[in-house]
């Protein structure tokens, strides 16, 4: 353990990564300010919990209609290319949800801002797969993860600093600087690593079909563990705020504090959580990672005031931050080579998939029952993805070569 900081170091000097990682940071910081004001933010058209869900929902929903055509347009197109066509959709999102006159525009906003998301991810997500082998994977991803969560812990106390200060639209004009920002450091530094093919083929069209037909059992078992496992990871962005504000009544400030602090203990974990992917094991980092994060958010109904309930998001901070980069260096080791895209763009459907439905499950909870019931939910779903990791998916490390962890995986 005390050579993780060597590791860190030597993955930094590397002249390929290094353009991933910065812009990678800068777009967890605008995502990081984002995040904790937006049910602040949809809730200022005065609308339910349940429209609230839905309007946040646009952006994961954005991203999982968008997940399976950035693994084709990879194909045919380099992963720097992808890349700026999803950052580009970014900033325009946040331009547009910062002049939104309606909450419908504002969920057209957020619907456009996550298509750019989700070209930006499996395009990354391609790049760091093709550049490190198995057993220096986890360190790299997640080291890529801990990238995000740094950008996590900065960006909600400047987006709450400045939403306190100049209203709650005002950070998405920040978010907009970060995404130029991204945008300048991905043409100035991405080297392209390979050219793709030119021109129609007919293999275009059947390398999804062909994909979801292989590997059927295979995404079925691993696939409703990321299904839940990204629900509770993004659940925990919307009942945080919610509870903080509407149950406990804080402010913007109070709320960017509590969701900072979690993220930096987050950010703490993704060296050990690399390591241990790496020397342990996959599955080492992931099921107890979710144990943690369900634990946390079952303990948010049971909070009484700002203390208590910093101290349950920290448990939450470092569940999460333990399997940093857990799901896209599982993707990577399961993905076959030969439509390795395609599958990390369905990989990355599913786990929107559960990230999109928990916003939603949040909000028709809440509005049925209970914030706290809706947490109890969520955390629900965190058990079950600790649960599928531990007894259904089998250990992706070096136990067996990609074919064969298929296989097993698929029962057969």
């Avoid at 602090?261 to 050990?272: G, R």
């Avoid at 949040?362 to 029952?369: K, N, S, T």
Wanted: aromatic share 8%; charged share 15%.
């Amino acid at each position: 353990m005390t050579a993780l900081p060597a590791q860190a170091l030597g993955f930094l000097r590397n002249p390929v990564v290094i353009p991933i990682y910065l812009p990678t940071l800068f777009f967890g910081m605008a995502l990081g300010m984002i995040r904790p004001i937006l049910p602040l933010y949809v809730a200022d058209f005065d609308v339910s919990y349940a429209l609230i869900g839905l309007v946040i929902g646009a952006e994961a929903l954005g991203a999982m209609l968008a997940d399976v055509p950035a693994g084709v347009l990879l194909r045919r197109y380099s992963e720097k290319q992808v890349m700026l066509a999803g950052q580009t959709l970014v900033l325009s999102g946040m331009l547009l949800l910062f002049m939104a006159p309606t909450v419908w525009m504002a969920f057209m906003s957020l619907f456009m801002f996550g298509i750019g998301r989700a070209l930006f991810n499996v395009s990354r997500h391609m790049f760091l797969s093709e550049q490190f082998p198995r057993d220096k994977r986890g360190r790299a991803i997640a080291m890529f993860g801990g990238m995000v969560r740094m950008g996590y812990a900065i960006g909600p106390v400047i987006g709450g600093f400045v939403a306190a200060r100049m209203g709650l639209r005002a950070p998405f004009l920040l978010v907009c600087a970060f995404a130029l920002l991204g945008i300048v450091l991905v043409v100035l530094l991405l080297r392209e690593t390979r050219r793709r093919k030119t021109g129609r083929s007919q293999e275009d069209g059947l390398a999804v079909v062909e994909t979801l037909r292989e590997n059927r059992p295979l995404l079925a078992r691993a696939g409703s563990g990321v299904l839940f496992g990204q629900a509770i990871r993004a659940g925990r962005s919307v009942i945080v705020p919610l509870y903080a504000a509407d149950v406990l009544g804080l402010g913007p400030e109070a709320i960017g504090i509590i969701v900072s602090v979690s993220w930096m203990l987050d950010m703490l974990m993704f060296l050990p959580a690399g390591w241990v992917m790496d020397k342990r094991g996959r599955k080492h980092a992931i099921v107890p990672s979710f144990f943690l994060m369900a634990s946390g958010v079952a303990l948010i109904p049971l909070t009484q005031g700002f203390e208590g309930l910093l101290l349950a998001t920290a448990l939450i901070g470092l569940g999460n931050g333990f399997s940093s980069g857990s799901m896209m260096t599982l993707g990577s080791d399961l993905a076959p080579s030969r439509t390795r895209s395609e599958f990390l763009g369905v990989w990355r459907l599913i786990g929107d998939c559960g990230a999109t439905a928990a916003p939603f499950v949040i909000g028709f909870v809440a509005q049925q029952l209970a914030l706290q019931s809706a947490a109890v939910a969520i955390s629900g779903m965190g058990l079950a993805a600790a649960g599928i990791f531990a007894f259904l998916v089998p250990e992706t490390l070096r136990s067996l070569p990609p074919e064969q962890v298929r296989a097993a995986a698929s029962g057969s």
